[in-house]
Every structure is written in structure tokens, then in C-alpha cells.
């Protein structure tokens, strides 16, 4: 069981604070002044300027050690998708398709290939390049098929006690009528349960938003490593803010609550291992990125082959009943 | 909160004569039925079949024989791990409340006579919220079960997990399905009963999780809430939707079963899965005119309010 | 390996023939004298002997030993349902439902309940009783969520060492676009194979229709029974016919061809044990036929009991290993 | 009947020049190719991708290494159980059309060096139909298989069970399912191709149980046959119900591969399930300008003709 968490830095949410409303209030001057610069080349250096403050602010804001830049980076357009992710780490890939019962989810891809010179099972959730394509993979957003297509080639890997790879970063399970019908909730509670008990190696890697049960239902494992800048959360920040005050756009300061980085994560023992991005973060140097994933893989599923695979399933058992903090009164 | 099965602290459960004169509007079809006909019935609306909520002590009443519950892990209670922005007032303010210390009870008893592990989530408890003293306790309750090889029964009726304990109340998820996926691997049974209301963590966790699944009537049961789901597909829902009776045509649970009938239900399941037979006893209380006598269930531990 | 079929009684099938010709022309000139006799009673008594030799052709022609007759007694809209005999076999049953997956099938009951004193897992196509009925229970052809619910029952006896019984009677798997589209073949394959294999005893009883993959998608056991006028058959004699002979009303004769009688398949060593029925078939005394299987339960569950699961598990496996004909040239 | 691989007796493939000037019409596109260009093409048109059948030795041909297949269980011939009018004669019609003495062939050889079980349904052969004799060959390539330590890979093309064997037919679902639970239970892997069609008793047993499931594009993969669905829902059903495309769609297959790219697909999949590699010898037949030489493939045993 883990300790309480170190109090957050509040003074440097309140510093970030201040920088944000100072922020806002040159986007304000910008907005005033942008019109009259387009309009006749009036006050153009005062346009400049105060760009060159807002993109100064912005890189303080940047720098600042809060849970909201995480939020940002994990889902900046640019940063690696889990396919990238995938095609970065597993050589020789094939991708295998459909949950066998009803339906091939394009939210979340499936497959087998060769990680370090190992046969793996990997999975991995599909996000967009564009809209177009967010459209077809659905935001990353699995719907229970997605998940049961998933379990399907654990099972297969654990046939052939090949470890698991699942990459993680979805936003959240679908949240669609059809995929409650489906029973939604049937699949992640399956998995779930499936991943504590599976008798093969799994390794997890956060590269992403690791979004509530829809993220779970794929990051049970002997092995969870986050990104630096990846966030692991119970409930999205805006929904936690919607719901404690009924204000969705304070959503950093429930970023802040929800101790949602993958410092805050290890810190709890929910993740096992933080894996460093380059400075600015995974988008700023792809390669580099997938490269340190890919030593942390190597090092792990080296580590794992040592161990037989009863005790892998106890570990696994034993880490999670860890997890939690309660007290007893005597 | 509803009086007739009110315990004055947590770990032991009691009933009082309710004061003649007070009335219940039912919700669904506005009858105001009396307090006192309302609990005879077991909270099931005589003129139109609603079921009322329940808190967890009035569940384990109605469900288990006279004086057999043995409350077990009664001293767990919730700290603090995220040093959440106004969590510890919200546990005061539940615990206040509810008279529990957390959202779950967990122990074991007898249902006509046939031994089991039981554990019931409260509502009234901040939503019947899962953190980690909710998932400690049927973590716990699964593993005792195990160890003194006897069924497990749970009922369920939560919002979810506790967003309050971020993601360490998401790892309850895992840390339950996990033990009770040990219940299965010893063979034993485990009976999972869904009340109004079920969703988020705690179906994608244990409450889906059952060899038999049952659910109350008109119990809502689903995953993701109605409302991000109408934003999302930009649709309004019909008004079954996730109700216990669309989850029963969508092939997810075994069986609705109204309240009257659940307990009698229960035995039977037990005894087909091979529960002992420690006695048989009458109920706590049951449908039909019963005597509002005075009667408790006396816990085996934590009978210390907090 | 069975040997091959002794000949068909062809001299008995030619009989059949001619009495049904003679029924036809009866049933002709009934058909001329009817009209007449109804608008002034003349004719009358030519009506009715005429009517009493249509019914000793009829009564003829039952008592003949073909298979068209058990086709006929099979299908008979009396003969007690599959949920009747679960009903009659079955003590404090609880019905189980859904898939856990996608629907709850109304053509196929399966639950839990008590038979001859041992807990039982049980499943029974659900035929109705008029049209309204039939058409809830799709005429007991099931869906694929419907062999799915039943596999979920049979792994849950298989979980607890509680024998399955299954009582079938269902004309086929339902031959529709939904069924096809959520994997209609993938559920027969998968029940078919997880029976091979399930650590538990399982006990089959062909009580009506035993219609090709979508029946032996819940029949496959360690001992079938098979009622006297049962059927079981790898395609209904109609289509047997149409496709043979393009002509569907030829299916008396591809009845008989297809060796699809309860004696056949004990011959041919796929039924275990014929259970008598009461003269005239199972409707003339429902209750007698009930009795006489509940006999023959009990007389197997107490044999199975006896056979360690081990054991049990690779005897079902050698008898199908044995089910073929066919020759070695050297 | 195509002649570019047919083989004149059982137990051994042939290839064959093909004499200039013989052409076919695409049923597809309707375009008309040098017969010899569709072979060089493993028949698939090259106008509009269309794939053209292929006999069960075809199929080896263009998926095995050369001179590595070894025929077994080539002895075994349909007897007529049931006594069934016309079936003696069906069968040896089919074998003079065919060649074949049932309408599957088994045995061992390698995929690009992998070396594996190997069998392959033969449509030509009253329609790939499944009776005893093609139960039994697959029932004993997969316990062949669980024996070698090899993994198996099964060509499906059929109409489903074959009538005239009656029951004992349907019995060859149950016999062959078995067969692969034991390869399964061995920790082998099995590889399941869907040709077109593959229908019937086929899917329903063990084309549909494979750890990897793929499909040539366009194949027409189902139980129950279209003029019966029509029939049963009294609607006309889209042109692509059914395909291997719908199929993937539906979940109900893990891959649709053109022909050119399957033999290293099953390669690839091989090497990644641990088939053991023997040698990398070229195929027999590849697409591309090959020289249409004459190269056989001896069977181990049953060379004989019947
Ligand atoms: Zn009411
Ligand atoms: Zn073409």
C-alpha cells in the first residue's frame, strides 16, 4: 500500500495561474489590436510585440512543473500515435482482425510481430492523423468488440507464452448507446480480469492519455511504463471539474487534483517505470522517443523471460492487491 | 434517509416501529403509500411495482436470516492519498450521513440457511463511490470467501469509481476483478445483484463479474452515463435505456428478479452451487404483514462509531 | 468405424408408395362427392365410407416402418416440446440468460436445476405451441448468441463439475443475414469443439428435430439418447430432395435415403440408446414418454459418475474419433 | 478443368506446358487472358483481380516449396454406408473428373523453408463436400501434426457436408473439431485459409477454428446458402453478403490476402509461431514471368490410380 502523496507545489499552480491570466490578458490586447494592424499597418509593431510576450508567456507556462502541461502534451496533434508507437517497436508486423463475434473495430489494432528479436502479441489503439481519419478509428475509442479483439490475441499470445505488448493512449471507452448494448462494461470488466490472470508476460507502455477503464481494459501488466508527459487518469479533467464545480473550462485546476502524471503515477506504485521524452516532449524527436521505449522494453522482457511463469502470475496478483490507501482503526 | 432499518453506528443493524402517520410519494407513480406499508413491502411501491433504494444495511436485512451476519473488515476507513481538494469533509459529511465509514459492508451470513460471503456497496455513501476501502473490502471479502471455500453474494449500486482518490480508485478495478478471478479459479461460486443504480467502475469491475448476474427491476445498469452518451451521439435515448430489463434483452445479465423474490432466489442458487446449509432460519425481514419488532444484528467487529 | 448400413427395406418403402397412391385417389374422390353430399346429403354414406377408408390408409400407412413416418412424428405440432421435457426432467430449474455478448436468445433455453437428485446445467431449444409462440422462440432455431448463451451455461457446469443435459429438438440454425453477419458458423464451430473437450459430463437427449450443425452444435456428449421417432439429419429430407431430384415434394423418398431414423443412427453408431415412445409416438402419452427418459437419466448420470473426468474426456474424444466410414486401399 | 497443374493420377503433382492459343474469359470483367498469362499469374486476372479457383494440387503447387510435399493418408476412399442411390457413381465421376480419390489431400511440406502440416479441400470433387473420407484426412493431419510438433495449415474450399453420407457426415464436424482442440491443447499453431466458397459443415467446424483465420479476396465464406436466407427473410441480399471482405468487416476473420501475397503472409506467420525452417527453397509456383517447366512433386504413397 502507498503512502499519501507530497502536497502539490501550489505555488507554482498559483505562479501558473498568474502567468495564465496575464496571458489572457494580452490575447486580449491582441484581439484588439489585430483588426486596426490588418486594416492599414497601424500599430503593427504593437502587434508584434505583443505576440512576442503571448509566445514568451506561453513558453513559461511551458516550463512550469504543472499537471496541465502533461494534459497539453499527451494530447498535443503532433505527438507519436500508438501506431507510430507500434511501427517504431514491433518489426515484421501483422495485423490480425475482429473479435470473432461480431465486428473488426478500426479504435484499436491488434496483431503479432517481433520486439527485440522476440515474438510478441502487441496491441495498440488507432487515433487520427486528421479528421478523416479520427473519424475511422473513432478518436481512439474502442467499442467492446475492440476490446474483445484484444482479449482474443492475449489469448493467443498466451497459447504460445508470448508477452503481451499493449501501447496505450485512448481518450476513454466509447460512450455510445451500441456500445452499452454491447455491454461496454462486460468487455473492460473481462479484460480486466483476463489481463490479472493471463499466464504469459505483459508490458504495458503509456505513450498517451491513458483514459479511465477504457485504458485499464488494455494496461493490466507485469510491466507499466509511462512517458513522461503521457497522463493516466480516473476521469477525463473536464469531467472532473463538470462534476466538482459544475465548470468544465477548469479543467486545470482538476488536472492539478487528479495527480494525473506519470510522476504523480509512480509515485502511487501504479506505474512501475517513468520513461523520459526528449525536451518539449515525444513530438519534439519521434525516434529519440521510440529508441528510450525501446530500451526499456528490451531491459524488461529480458528481466521477465527470467522469471517462471507461476510466479509472474502471483507478482501480478500480489502488485495489484497492493494498490490502494485506506487506513484501519484498531 | 428511510428509518425503518436505521443502525445508530455502524456494525450492527436494527429496525424500529416506525411513528404511525408518515407518508412516501412514490416517484414513479406519485401514490403516497405509508412509511410503514412502504418498508412491509420492501420498499417496493405497492400500487405500481417501483423499487426504492436501498442502503446497504437495509439490503443486508431483507437478504440475510435473523442474527447472521458477521460483519467482517468494519475498521477500514479512507485517507487521503491525493490530498483531494475537500475529500476529507466529503468522507465526514458521508460517513455523518450514512452512519457507515465507507461505501461498502462486507461479512458473512446465512440466506435461508445456506452460508455465504456477502457484501453490499451503500449508496447513500457518497454514491456508493468505489475508492480503495470499497475495493479493499471486496478484495477482501473475495479472499475470505476463497479461504473459508463459501460462495460469494454482492450487490451493487454505485456511481462508480471515486474520482476523488484519482487513479488509485481505478486500480480497485483491477484489484477486484483480480480476486475475483481467484473465487473462480477455486471454484466457487459468486452471485453478483445489481440495484439501482449500477455503472461505471464497478461494472466494468466485479459487478459484471458474477457467474449469475441478477438485477432488481427498473435497475439502471451501464457503463458510461446517459448524459456524455447523448452529447456524444447528439441523440436523446429512450427511457429503458440501461434499465435492468434492456440489459436482460441485450443478453448482458441472467435474470431480473423483483424484490420479493430475491432473496428465495438466492437460496436456490446457493444450494444449487453447493453453499452449506447452516440452519434454516427466518429472514431479517420479509414482504407481508410482519411485526415491526425490534430485532438487531450484532457485528463481530467495529461496532465503535466514528 | 461403423460398417455399412444394412439395405433399406425397399419392399416396405414400395408398399408405403402404393398406399399413398391409393390415399390420393381416395382423398380425390372425396374431394368430388364432398360438395354434393354437403348440398342436398345425397351421396352421403359413399361420403363417409370413403372417409373411412381414407383413414385406414392413413392408419396403414403409420404402421408401415419408414422413415417418412418418423419425419412426421418428429415434426408433430402434439409431440412434447424440448421445454416440456425439461420441464418434466428438470426439478427447481432457474433459467440463465444472454450471451454476455449481444442478445438473449428466445429460441434456446439453458439454466440451472436439479435431475434425479444431482444439480444439472441444462439447455432446450424453445419451440412454441401456436404461431404466436413460435415466432417469440423463432421456431427453436437459434441465433448465434443463442449457441453462445449455451456454451457460457456449459462452462459454467464445467466450472462447478455439474453434468450438462441437453435436449434437443430444432429444425436448424437460423438461416438468416443477422446470424450469418454475428458469425452463425463460428458459434456452431466453437460449441462443437469446447463440447469435444469440456471437463464435465455431458448427456444429450434427440427428442424431435435434430437438424444438422445448428443441433449438433449442443449435441455433441458423452451419451445421446435418442427418441424412438426422433430425427437427426445432416439436411432436412425437403432440401435433400430439391437438391437431388430438383423437386422438394419428393421428400418421403430422401427421408428415407438419408437413414435418418433413431434405429439408423444407433446402427450407425451415433446414438447410444434408443428411448422407446408410447404407441403412436410421444404425444399419445407425454408423461410416459417423460418417465421413460428420466429412466434412462438416471441409469447413465449415476454410470458417468463413476468415470473419472480424465478418463470420460478422452473416451468422448475416441468415440467421434471412430464416427466415419470409409476404406484403405493398400 | 484447368490443365496447367493437373496431375494424372493421385499421389503426384504435375505441371504442364500449356499449348499456345488457349484463352480464358474472366467471369468477373469479362476479359479475356492467354490461359497461360492467368497461370503465370496464379490465377488471378490481371485486369480486375478476380480470383479464379484453384484444384486442391494447384493450390499446393503455388503454396508449397518445391519437391517438399510428402502425400499422407492418400489410401483412404469413401465407401457408401448408408447405401445411398447414385452415390458409387458420384464418387467415381468425381474421380475421373478430378483425378482425386476424395476431395481432400494432407500431408507435410515447407512454406518458404517452414516446415508444416499441410491439407487442402478440393472443390472440383463434388463441390469440396465433407464426408468421412475428408473427416478423417483432417483428423489425421492435425493429430500428425500434434505428433510432428508442427504446425498445420488447412486450405478450405467446400459446400459444406456431404449429403449422401447422411449423419455420418455431420459426425465429421464433431470428429475434425476434436482433432484441432488437441492441436490446440498442444500449443501448435493452426493456420485456417478460406478459399472460395467455403459454406456449410466446413465453416462450421474446422475452417472456422483457426488461431489465425485468412480469406482470398472476394471468397464466399458462410453457413447457411443465400437462396435459403432469401427465402427465410424474403429480402434480396447485397452483392458482397458473405464475401471474405464482409466477412473481415464483421470480425468473423483476421485477414483478407490476395493470392500473390499468401504464401509469405503464411510464411511470416509461420516463422512467427515457431514453425522449424528446414531450408528456403523457391515455391513451386510463383507469380511473375516463370518458365512453365515441367516439375512434379512425388507423393510418399498411393501413386496408384483407382
Ligand atoms: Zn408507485
Ligand atoms: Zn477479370
Redesign the pocket.
Known amino acids: 500500500m502507498v503512502t499519501v502523496l507530497p502536497e502539490r507545489d501550489r505555488e507554482a499552480e498559483a505562479r501558473a495561474a498568474a502567468l495564465e491570466r496575464q496571458l489572457a490578458e494580452v490575447q486580449r490586447e491582441i484581439a484588439v489590436h489585430r483588426p486596426r494592424a490588418e486594416k492599414d499597418g497601424a500599430e503593427a509593431d504593437v502587434l508584434r510585440a505583443l505576440e512576442a510576450r503571448a509566445a514568451e508567456l506561453r513558453e513559461a507556462l511551458m516550463q512550469m512543473p504543472i499537471a496541465w502541461n502533461a494534459v497539453a502534451l499527451a494530447r498535443h496533434p503532433q505527438r507519436p500515435k500508438a501506431q507510430e508507437f507500434l511501427a517504431a517497436l514491433i518489426d515484421d508486423f501483422t495485423e490480425l482482425h475482429g473479435d470473432r463475434l461480431f465486428r473488426d473495430d478500426p479504435a484499436i489494432a491488434a496483431g503479432v510481430g517481433w520486439c527485440e528479436g522476440r515474438p510478441v502479441v502487441a496491441i495498440a489503439p488507432y487515433k487520427g492523423k486528421d479528421t478523416r481519419e479520427n473519424i475511422a478509428h473513432n478518436f481512439g475509442m474502442p467499442y467492446p468488440e475492440g476490446y474483445r479483439k484484444a482479449l482474443r490475441v492475449m489469448k493467443l499470445a498466451e497459447k504460445f507464452g508470448y508477452p503481451v505488448l499493449s501501447i496505450v493512449d485512448t481518450p476513454a471507452a466509447f460512450p455510445g448507446d451500441a456500445a452499452e448494448e454491447r455491454g461496454q462494461a462486460e468487455a473492460i470488466a473481462r479484460n480486466i480480469q483476463e489481463m490479472t490472470r493471463l499466464r504469459t508476460p505483459i508490458l504495458v507502455v503509456i505513450t498517451g492519455e491513458g483514459g479511465s477503464g477504457g485504458a485499464l481494459a488494455i494496461a493490466v501488466g507485469d510491466v507499466v511504463l509511462m512517458l513522461e508527459n503521457a497522463i493516466y487518469t480516473v476521469i477525463p479533467p473536464e469531467g472532473c471539474a463538470a462534476i466538482l464545480w459544475r465548470d468544465a473550462t477548469r479543467a486545470r485546476e482538476a488536472a492539478a487534483a487528479l495527480r494525473l502524471t506519470a510522476a504523480d503515477l509512480a509515485a502511487l506504485e501504479i506505474v512501475d517505470e517513468i520513461v523520459p521524452e526528449p525536451r518539449g516532449g515525444a513530438h519534439m524527436d519521434p525516434d529519440r522517443a521510440f529508441a528510450t521505449v525501446r530500451d526499456a522494453l528490451r531491459r524488461h522482457l529480458t528481466a521477465l523471460d527470467a522469471i517462471p511463469i507461476d510466479d509472474l502470475v502471483r507478482r501480478r496478483y500480489d502488485k495489484y492487491r497492493r494498490m490502494g490507501y485506506y487506513e484501519e482503526r484498531p | 434517509m428511510l428509518n425503518w432499518l436505521r443502525r445508530p453506528k455502524y456494525g450492527s443493524i436494527e429496525r424500529r416501529d416506525t411513528p404511525a402517520g408518515l407518508w412516501t410519494k412514490?416517484?414513479?407513480?406519485?401514490?403516497l403509500?405509508t412509511t410503514k406499508e412502504l418498508e412491509r413491502n420492501l420498499k417496493v411501491?405497492?400500487?405500481?411495482?417501483?423499487h426504492h433504494r436501498l442502503t446497504a444495511e437495509e439490503r443486508l436485512a431483507v437478504t440475510l436470516d435473523e442474527n447472521s451476519f458477521e460483519e467482517t473488515d468494519a475498521h477500514l476507513i479512507s485517507g487521503d492519498p491525493l490530498r483531494f481538494e475537500g475529500y476529507p469533509e466529503k468522507l465526514a459529511e458521508a460517513h455523518e450521513k450514512s452512519g457507515n465509514p465507507d461505501a461498502a459492508i462486507v461479512g458473512f451470513g446465512t440466506i435461508e440457511g445456506y452460508r455465504t460471503a456477502i457484501g453490499a456497496l451503500d449508496f447513500p455513501f457518497m454514491g456508493g463511490s468505489m475508492g480503495s476501502v470499497v475495493g479493499e473490502k471486496i478484495t477482501r471479502i473475495a479472499e475470505r470467501a476463497v479461504e473459508a471455500h463459501l460462495p460469494l453474494v454482492v450487490f451493487s449500486a454505485s456511481g462508480g469509481a471515486r474520482m476523488q482518490e484519482g487513479a488509485l480508485s481505478l486500480m480497485q478495478l483491477a484489484k477486484t476483478s483480480a480476486a475475483i478471478a481467484r473465487l473462480h479459479d477455486a471454484r466457487l461460486p459468486y452471485l453478483s445483484v445489481m440495484c439501482d443504480p449500477t455503472t461505471g467502475g464497478v461494472t466494468a469491475s466485479f459487478a459484471f463479474l458474477g457467474d449469475v448476474i441478477l438485477a432488481e427491476p427498473g435497475a439502471l445498469i451501464g457503463f458510461a452515463g446517459r448524459r456524455v452518451i447523448e452529447q456524444t451521439i447528439r441523440r436523446k435515448l429512450p427511457d429503458n435505456f440501461q434499465a435492468a430489463e434492456f440489459c436482460l434483452e441485450h443478453g448482458l445479465i441472467d435474470m431480473v428478479v423483483p424484490r420479493p423474490e430475491l432473496r428465495a432466489t438466492l437460496a436456490r442458487l446457493l444450494r444449487f452451487f453447493g453453499a452449506p446449509r447452516v440452519a434454516a432460519t427466518p429472514p431479517i425481514a420479509t414482504a407481508g404483514p410482519a411485526e415491526a419488532t425490534s430485532t438487531a444484528v450484532t457485528a463481530t467487529a467495529g461496532s465503535e462509531d466514528v
Chains 1, 3 share one sequence.
Open positions: 412514490c416517484p414513479k407513480c406519485g401514490a403509500i411501491c405497492p400500487k405500481c411495482g417501483f
